[in-house]
Protein backbone atom coordinates (compact mmCIF):
# COMPACT_ATOMS: atom_id res chain seq x y z
CA UNK A 1 0.00 0.00 0.00
CA UNK A 2 1.45 3.29 -0.93
CA UNK A 3 1.92 5.94 1.72
CA UNK A 4 0.59 9.67 2.40
CA UNK A 5 3.16 12.50 2.22
CA UNK A 6 2.94 12.64 5.84
CA UNK A 7 2.87 8.88 6.78
CA UNK A 8 6.16 8.34 4.77
CA UNK A 9 7.95 11.58 6.67
CA UNK A 10 6.97 10.28 10.18
CA UNK A 11 8.39 6.43 8.83
CA UNK A 12 11.94 8.14 8.47
CA UNK A 13 14.40 8.64 11.77
CA UNK A 14 13.50 12.03 12.97
CA UNK A 15 16.49 15.25 13.68
CA UNK A 16 18.02 15.92 16.99
CA UNK A 17 15.67 17.54 19.23
CA UNK A 18 18.85 20.10 20.66
CA UNK A 19 17.10 23.40 20.54
CA UNK A 20 15.98 24.80 24.17
CA UNK A 21 13.40 27.74 24.64
CA UNK A 22 16.27 30.77 25.04
CA UNK A 23 17.89 29.06 21.88
CA UNK A 24 15.08 29.44 20.01
CA UNK A 25 14.36 32.94 21.15
CA UNK A 26 17.51 34.20 20.02
CA UNK A 27 16.77 32.42 16.60
CA UNK A 28 14.26 33.87 15.96
CA UNK A 29 14.63 37.32 17.20
CA UNK A 30 18.24 37.33 15.24
CA UNK A 31 16.41 36.18 11.88
CA UNK A 32 13.80 39.34 12.64
CA UNK A 33 16.80 41.28 13.65
CA UNK A 34 18.53 41.28 10.24
CA UNK A 35 20.23 43.58 8.04
CA UNK A 36 17.54 44.79 6.77
CA UNK A 37 17.08 47.42 9.69
CA UNK A 38 20.60 49.15 9.69
CA UNK A 39 19.22 50.57 5.76
CA UNK A 40 15.32 50.59 6.01
CA UNK A 41 14.90 53.56 8.30
CA UNK A 42 15.86 56.41 5.52
CA UNK A 43 13.43 54.68 2.86
CA UNK A 44 10.58 54.46 5.25
CA UNK A 45 10.94 57.78 6.27
CA UNK A 46 11.03 59.06 2.26
CA UNK A 47 7.38 57.27 2.62
CA UNK A 48 5.90 58.69 5.25
CA UNK A 49 8.23 60.88 7.29
CA UNK A 50 9.27 61.39 10.38
CA UNK A 51 7.42 59.26 12.03
CA UNK A 52 9.26 56.33 11.45
CA UNK A 53 7.79 54.26 14.27
CA UNK A 54 4.19 54.20 13.04
CA UNK A 55 4.59 52.15 9.79
CA UNK A 56 6.57 49.77 12.13
CA UNK A 57 3.98 49.46 14.77
CA UNK A 58 1.57 48.67 11.99
CA UNK A 59 4.07 46.14 10.80
CA UNK A 60 4.51 44.28 13.75
CA UNK A 61 0.39 44.09 14.30
CA UNK A 62 0.52 42.79 10.79
CA UNK A 63 3.35 39.81 11.44
CA UNK A 64 1.83 39.02 14.83
CA UNK A 65 -1.71 38.11 13.27
CA UNK A 66 0.22 35.92 11.34
CA UNK A 67 2.68 34.60 14.16
CA UNK A 68 -0.59 33.47 15.86
CA UNK A 69 -1.38 31.30 12.58
CA UNK A 70 2.10 29.60 13.06
CA UNK A 71 2.28 29.22 16.67
CA UNK A 72 -1.45 26.93 16.26
CA UNK A 73 0.25 24.97 13.54
CA UNK A 74 3.77 23.89 14.84
CA UNK A 75 2.11 23.60 17.93
CA UNK A 76 -0.33 21.09 16.24
CA UNK A 77 1.57 19.34 13.71
CA UNK A 78 5.33 19.73 14.84
CA UNK A 79 7.18 18.46 11.46
CA UNK A 80 9.79 20.32 9.39
CA UNK A 81 8.67 21.16 6.29
CA UNK A 82 6.37 24.03 8.07
CA UNK A 83 4.32 25.67 5.47
CA UNK A 84 4.18 22.90 3.00
CA UNK A 85 3.31 20.33 5.48
CA UNK A 86 0.36 22.93 6.61
CA UNK A 87 -1.06 22.99 2.86
CA UNK A 88 -0.46 19.30 2.48
CA UNK A 89 -2.62 18.35 5.21
CA UNK A 90 -5.04 21.43 4.78
CA UNK A 91 -5.73 21.03 0.79
CA UNK A 92 -4.85 17.59 0.15
CA UNK A 93 -2.86 18.95 -2.74
CA UNK A 94 0.37 17.62 -3.43
CA UNK A 95 0.94 20.81 -5.95
CA UNK A 96 -0.35 23.42 -3.63
CA UNK A 97 1.95 21.55 -0.56
CA UNK A 98 4.61 21.97 -3.30
CA UNK A 99 4.38 25.43 -4.53
CA UNK A 100 3.77 26.55 -1.03
CA UNK A 101 7.27 24.95 0.19
CA UNK A 102 9.04 26.37 -3.01
CA UNK A 103 7.56 30.15 -2.70
CA UNK A 104 9.48 29.87 1.11
CA UNK A 105 12.26 27.81 -0.34
CA UNK A 106 12.67 30.56 -3.03
CA UNK A 107 12.38 33.49 -1.09
CA UNK A 108 14.69 32.02 1.66
CA UNK A 109 17.79 30.97 -0.50
CA UNK A 110 17.38 34.32 -3.12
CA UNK A 111 17.48 36.36 0.25
CA UNK A 112 20.85 34.45 1.56
CA UNK A 113 22.40 35.33 -1.83
CA UNK A 114 21.40 39.09 -1.41
CA UNK A 115 22.89 38.65 1.84
CA UNK A 116 25.85 37.28 0.66
CA UNK A 117 26.16 40.13 -1.79
CA UNK A 118 25.52 42.68 0.72
CA UNK A 119 28.25 41.56 3.33
CA UNK A 120 30.75 41.37 0.10
CA UNK A 121 29.93 44.94 -0.30
CA UNK A 122 30.88 48.23 1.22
CA UNK A 123 30.97 47.15 4.82
CA UNK A 124 33.46 44.52 3.76
CA UNK A 125 35.18 46.92 2.28
CA UNK A 126 36.04 48.41 4.90
CA UNK A 127 38.32 45.94 6.03
CA UNK A 128 39.50 44.59 2.99
CA UNK A 129 40.28 44.78 -0.99
CA UNK A 130 38.46 41.20 -2.50
CA UNK A 131 36.50 40.71 -5.71
CA UNK A 132 32.04 40.93 -4.61
CA UNK A 133 31.64 37.75 -5.70
CA UNK A 134 34.56 35.91 -4.72
CA UNK A 135 33.75 37.09 -1.41
CA UNK A 136 29.88 36.29 -1.48
CA UNK A 137 31.21 32.81 -2.90
CA UNK A 138 33.48 32.32 0.56
CA UNK A 139 30.81 33.64 2.76
CA UNK A 140 28.10 31.18 1.55
CA UNK A 141 30.55 28.22 1.52
CA UNK A 142 31.47 29.29 5.12
CA UNK A 143 27.50 29.23 6.32
CA UNK A 144 27.16 25.82 5.01
CA UNK A 145 30.04 24.43 6.66
CA UNK A 146 28.82 25.89 10.01
CA UNK A 147 25.06 24.60 8.97
CA UNK A 148 26.10 21.33 8.14
CA UNK A 149 28.57 21.08 11.25
CA UNK A 150 25.19 20.67 13.48
CA UNK A 151 22.04 22.43 14.87
CA UNK A 152 23.64 23.00 18.04
CA UNK A 153 26.77 24.75 17.10
CA UNK A 154 25.10 26.59 14.30
CA UNK A 155 22.62 28.65 16.96
CA UNK A 156 25.41 28.70 19.48
CA UNK A 157 27.12 30.90 16.76
CA UNK A 158 23.50 32.54 16.25
CA UNK A 159 23.50 33.69 20.02
CA UNK A 160 26.71 35.53 19.53
CA UNK A 161 26.06 37.11 16.46
CA UNK A 162 22.38 38.03 17.80
CA UNK A 163 23.62 39.77 20.89
CA UNK A 164 26.46 42.02 18.60
CA UNK A 165 23.65 43.25 15.86
CA UNK A 166 21.48 44.05 18.75
CA UNK A 167 24.65 46.06 20.50
CA UNK A 168 24.47 48.03 17.45
CA UNK A 169 20.66 49.29 17.41
CA UNK A 170 21.01 49.77 21.07
CA UNK A 171 24.19 51.75 20.14
CA UNK A 172 21.86 53.88 18.17
CA UNK A 173 19.22 54.33 20.48
CA UNK A 174 22.08 55.65 22.94
CA UNK A 175 23.57 57.83 20.72
CA UNK A 176 19.85 59.33 19.86
CA UNK A 177 19.80 59.96 23.60
CA UNK A 178 23.27 61.43 24.07
CA UNK A 179 22.38 63.83 21.44
CA UNK A 180 19.01 65.34 23.02
CA UNK A 181 20.55 65.54 26.37
CA UNK A 182 22.36 67.96 24.58
CA UNK A 183 20.22 69.82 23.28
CA UNK A 184 20.86 68.65 19.82
CA UNK A 185 17.94 65.85 18.86
CA UNK A 186 14.48 67.35 18.00
CA UNK A 187 12.03 64.55 19.18
CA UNK A 188 8.71 66.61 17.53
CA UNK A 189 10.63 65.32 14.39
CA UNK A 190 9.21 61.53 15.59
CA UNK A 191 5.43 62.56 15.01
CA UNK A 192 6.02 64.40 11.84
CA UNK A 193 4.25 63.01 8.67
CA UNK A 194 5.53 63.86 4.72
CA UNK A 195 3.93 67.23 3.59
CA UNK A 196 1.52 67.08 0.84
CA UNK A 197 0.39 63.07 1.78
CA UNK A 198 -2.39 61.41 2.90
CA UNK A 199 -1.02 59.49 6.18
CA UNK A 200 -3.17 56.50 5.95
CA UNK A 201 -1.99 56.18 2.85
CA UNK A 202 1.57 56.44 3.41
CA UNK A 203 1.36 54.64 6.68
CA UNK A 204 0.52 51.53 4.57
CA UNK A 205 2.49 51.85 1.85
CA UNK A 206 5.73 52.15 4.22
CA UNK A 207 4.13 49.36 6.11
CA UNK A 208 4.96 46.80 3.63
CA UNK A 209 9.00 48.39 3.83
CA UNK A 210 8.46 47.95 7.36
CA UNK A 211 7.12 44.45 6.93
CA UNK A 212 10.37 42.99 5.47
CA UNK A 213 11.86 43.78 8.79
CA UNK A 214 9.89 41.59 10.52
CA UNK A 215 9.73 38.35 8.15
CA UNK A 216 11.85 35.44 9.31
CA UNK A 217 9.98 34.69 12.49
CA UNK A 218 8.52 32.16 9.79
CA UNK A 219 11.67 30.15 9.54
CA UNK A 220 11.85 28.97 12.76
CA UNK A 221 8.68 26.98 11.86
CA UNK A 222 10.91 24.26 10.09
CA UNK A 223 12.89 23.87 12.97
CA UNK A 224 10.01 22.28 15.15
CA UNK A 225 11.21 18.58 14.96
CA UNK A 226 14.53 19.81 16.60
CA UNK A 227 13.04 22.50 19.40
CA UNK A 228 12.29 20.49 23.08
CA UNK A 229 8.98 20.37 24.10
CA UNK A 230 8.04 22.54 21.24
CA UNK A 231 4.13 23.00 22.51
CA UNK A 232 5.45 25.10 25.09
CA UNK A 233 8.44 26.64 24.07
CA UNK A 234 7.26 27.96 20.37
CA UNK A 235 4.31 30.24 21.33
CA UNK A 236 6.72 31.98 24.39
CA UNK A 237 9.85 32.31 21.90
CA UNK A 238 7.71 33.67 18.86
CA UNK A 239 5.53 36.08 20.11
CA UNK A 240 7.97 37.30 22.95
CA UNK A 241 10.96 37.66 19.86
CA UNK A 242 8.76 39.61 17.83
CA UNK A 243 7.64 42.28 20.31
CA UNK A 244 11.11 42.47 21.76
CA UNK A 245 11.86 42.82 17.76
CA UNK A 246 9.21 45.40 17.46
CA UNK A 247 10.17 47.71 20.52
CA UNK A 248 13.81 47.81 19.83
CA UNK A 249 12.72 48.79 15.71
CA UNK A 250 10.52 51.89 16.85
CA UNK A 251 13.29 52.84 19.38
CA UNK A 252 15.24 52.80 16.52
CA UNK A 253 13.13 54.65 14.32
CA UNK A 254 12.14 57.48 17.07
CA UNK A 255 16.36 57.56 17.22
CA UNK A 256 17.08 58.03 14.06
CA UNK A 257 14.23 61.18 13.14
CA UNK A 258 15.11 62.79 16.51
CA UNK A 259 18.69 62.95 15.65
CA UNK A 260 18.86 63.46 11.43
CA UNK A 261 16.33 65.64 9.68
CA UNK A 262 14.40 63.49 6.98
CA UNK A 263 16.33 64.79 4.09
CA UNK A 264 19.83 63.63 5.38
CA UNK A 265 18.12 60.27 6.34
CA UNK A 266 17.09 59.62 2.87
CA UNK A 267 19.94 60.43 1.03
CA UNK A 268 21.57 57.41 2.47
CA UNK A 269 22.05 54.29 2.92
CA UNK A 270 23.51 53.87 5.43
CA UNK A 271 21.00 55.62 7.75
CA UNK A 272 22.39 54.48 11.60
CA UNK A 273 25.51 55.23 10.86
CA UNK A 274 24.66 58.68 10.00
CA UNK A 275 22.91 59.16 13.22
CA UNK A 276 25.94 57.23 14.92
CA UNK A 277 28.00 59.82 13.66
CA UNK A 278 26.17 62.88 13.93
CA UNK A 279 25.18 62.20 17.90
CA UNK A 280 28.35 63.56 19.09
CA UNK A 281 29.74 60.17 20.40
CA UNK A 282 32.50 59.69 18.26
CA UNK A 283 32.13 55.89 17.32
CA UNK A 284 34.44 54.43 14.88
CA UNK A 285 32.83 53.95 11.56
CA UNK A 286 34.49 50.27 11.25
CA UNK A 287 33.22 49.38 14.42
CA UNK A 288 29.38 50.21 12.91
CA UNK A 289 30.35 48.60 9.67
CA UNK A 290 31.69 45.56 11.97
CA UNK A 291 28.33 45.14 13.81
CA UNK A 292 26.60 45.65 10.47
CA UNK A 293 28.28 42.73 8.82
CA UNK A 294 27.53 40.27 11.82
CA UNK A 295 24.33 41.14 11.31
CA UNK A 296 24.14 39.81 7.81
CA UNK A 297 26.17 37.18 8.48
CA UNK A 298 23.59 36.01 10.87
CA UNK A 299 20.49 36.32 8.82
CA UNK A 300 22.20 34.58 6.14
CA UNK A 301 23.10 31.74 8.84
CA UNK A 302 19.38 31.46 9.73
CA UNK A 303 17.92 31.89 6.90
CA UNK A 304 20.51 28.79 4.99
CA UNK A 305 19.65 26.88 8.06
CA UNK A 306 15.62 27.43 7.07
CA UNK A 307 16.39 26.46 3.55
CA UNK A 308 18.50 23.21 4.55
CA UNK A 309 15.68 22.07 6.52
CA UNK A 310 12.88 23.00 4.60
CA UNK A 311 14.79 21.24 1.16
CA UNK A 312 14.41 17.93 3.88
CA UNK A 313 11.28 18.26 5.24
CA UNK A 314 9.93 18.53 1.51
CA UNK A 315 12.33 15.66 0.47
CA UNK A 316 10.70 13.72 2.99
CA UNK A 317 7.10 14.42 1.89
CA UNK A 318 8.40 13.36 -1.20
CA UNK A 319 8.12 16.66 -2.88
CA UNK A 320 11.75 17.35 -3.87
CA UNK A 321 14.10 14.40 -4.82
CA UNK A 322 14.73 11.83 -2.07
CA UNK A 323 18.28 11.67 -1.59
CA UNK A 324 17.63 15.53 -0.32
CA UNK A 325 16.29 13.75 3.11
CA UNK A 326 19.51 12.13 3.50
CA UNK A 327 21.31 13.43 6.78
CA UNK A 328 25.02 12.63 8.35
CA UNK A 329 25.32 9.53 10.52
CA UNK A 330 26.92 11.47 13.49
CA UNK A 331 25.74 14.90 12.92
CA UNK A 332 22.51 14.38 12.46
CA UNK A 333 22.23 17.19 9.58
CA UNK A 334 20.60 17.12 6.33
CA UNK A 335 23.84 17.17 4.36
CA UNK A 336 22.59 16.83 0.81
CA UNK A 337 19.89 19.74 1.44
CA UNK A 338 22.74 21.92 2.76
CA UNK A 339 24.94 21.16 0.08
CA UNK A 340 21.90 21.95 -3.05
CA UNK A 341 20.57 25.15 -0.99
CA UNK A 342 24.24 26.54 -1.13
CA UNK A 343 24.96 25.59 -4.63
CA UNK A 344 21.52 27.45 -6.04
CA UNK A 345 22.44 30.68 -3.33
CA UNK A 346 26.16 30.67 -5.11
CA UNK A 347 24.27 30.68 -8.23
CA UNK A 348 22.01 33.29 -7.94
CA UNK A 349 25.15 35.72 -6.38
CA UNK A 350 26.50 35.42 -9.85
CA UNK A 351 23.35 36.18 -12.19
CA UNK A 352 21.64 38.83 -10.13
CA UNK A 353 21.99 42.18 -8.50
CA UNK A 354 21.16 42.59 -5.00
CA UNK A 355 17.95 44.73 -5.29
CA UNK A 356 16.86 42.50 -8.07
CA UNK A 357 17.41 39.69 -5.29
CA UNK A 358 15.65 41.22 -2.84
CA UNK A 359 12.83 42.38 -4.30
CA UNK A 360 10.72 38.71 -4.77
CA UNK A 361 11.50 37.62 -1.25
CA UNK A 362 8.44 39.02 0.23
CA UNK A 363 5.84 38.93 -2.53
CA UNK A 364 6.82 35.13 -2.00
CA UNK A 365 6.40 35.07 1.32
CA UNK A 366 2.93 36.89 1.41
CA UNK A 367 1.77 33.82 -0.69
CA UNK A 368 2.75 31.13 2.27
CA UNK A 369 1.23 33.39 4.99
CA UNK A 370 -2.28 33.29 2.54
CA UNK A 371 -1.50 30.00 2.67
CA UNK A 372 -0.68 29.14 6.45
CA UNK A 373 -3.59 31.41 7.65
CA UNK A 374 -5.99 29.37 5.71
CA UNK A 375 -4.73 26.31 6.29
CA UNK A 376 -5.45 27.26 10.28
CA UNK A 377 -9.24 27.62 9.21
CA UNK A 378 -9.44 24.54 7.07
CA UNK A 379 -7.66 22.64 9.71
CA UNK A 380 -9.60 23.36 12.79
CA UNK A 381 -11.94 20.27 11.75
CA UNK A 382 -8.98 18.20 12.51
CA UNK A 383 -8.90 17.81 15.60
CA UNK A 384 -6.26 16.03 17.66
CA UNK A 385 -5.79 14.06 21.24
CA UNK A 386 -2.93 16.54 22.37
CA UNK A 387 -2.49 19.94 24.01
CA UNK A 388 -1.88 22.98 21.57
CA UNK A 389 -1.73 26.38 20.98
CA UNK A 390 -5.11 27.81 19.62
CA UNK A 391 -5.80 31.23 18.29
CA UNK A 392 -9.63 33.25 18.01
CA UNK A 393 -10.27 32.49 14.28
CA UNK A 394 -10.37 35.91 14.06
CA UNK A 395 -6.84 36.48 13.95
CA UNK A 396 -6.34 34.19 10.75
CA UNK A 397 -9.06 36.25 9.17
CA UNK A 398 -7.22 39.28 9.82
CA UNK A 399 -4.62 37.91 8.78
CA UNK A 400 -5.13 37.37 5.41
CA UNK A 401 -6.85 40.64 5.13
CA UNK A 402 -3.72 41.82 6.01
CA UNK A 403 -1.97 40.03 3.70
CA UNK A 404 -3.88 41.35 0.82
CA UNK A 405 -3.37 44.33 1.67
CA UNK A 406 0.42 44.77 1.58
CA UNK A 407 -0.36 42.63 -2.06
CA UNK A 408 -2.00 45.06 -3.10
CA UNK A 409 1.34 47.41 -2.96
CA UNK A 410 3.45 45.37 -4.89
CA UNK A 411 4.49 46.74 -8.30
CA UNK A 412 4.15 44.87 -11.72
CA UNK A 413 7.72 44.59 -12.04
CA UNK A 414 7.31 42.41 -8.62
CA UNK A 415 4.64 40.38 -9.64
CA UNK A 416 6.43 39.30 -12.58
CA UNK A 417 9.34 38.24 -11.25
CA UNK A 418 7.32 36.86 -8.83
CA UNK A 419 5.46 34.76 -11.21
CA UNK A 420 8.08 33.91 -13.53
CA UNK A 421 9.45 31.67 -10.43
CA UNK A 422 6.29 30.04 -9.14
CA UNK A 423 6.21 28.98 -13.18
CA UNK A 424 9.79 27.38 -12.55
CA UNK A 425 8.49 25.74 -8.92
CA UNK A 426 5.64 24.21 -11.57
CA UNK A 427 8.26 22.76 -13.89
CA UNK A 428 10.18 21.31 -11.08
CA UNK A 429 7.15 19.85 -9.76
CA UNK A 430 5.96 17.76 -12.71
CA UNK A 431 9.66 16.82 -13.35
CA UNK A 432 10.08 15.04 -10.19
CA UNK A 433 6.31 13.98 -10.22
CA UNK A 434 7.50 12.06 -13.86
CA UNK A 435 10.68 10.76 -12.26
CA UNK A 436 8.81 8.88 -9.66
CA UNK A 437 5.79 7.73 -11.14
CA UNK A 438 5.26 3.94 -10.57
CA UNK A 439 6.47 1.86 -14.01
CA UNK A 440 3.60 0.12 -15.83
Given at each position: MTQSPSNRASSKPSLRRAITGPM???????????????????TIAGEVGGAIWVPL???????????????????????????SVF???????????????FSMLAAAVTSAAGLSLAFAGDYLAAFIDISPHLAALIFLVVIALLNARGIKESLGANMLMTAIELSGLLLVVVAAAWCFQAGEANLGRAFEFKPGINPMLAVLGAALLAFYSFVGFETS???????RDVRKVYPRALFGALVTAGIVYMAVGVAASTVLPMDRLMATSAPLLEVVRASGLNIPPRLFAFIALVAVANGALLTMIMASRLTYGMARLGLLPEPLSRVLPKRRTPWVAIIASSLVAIALTLTGTLAALAQTVVLLL??????????VLVLRRDTLDVDHFRVPTWVPVLAIVSCLLLLSQQSLDTWLRGGALLLLGMALYGCNRLATRPKA
Open positions: LFLFILGDVLGAGVYALAGLVALFFAMLTAGSYAELVTKYPHAGAAAEKAFKSPLISFLVGANLAEEILFVFLSTNLA
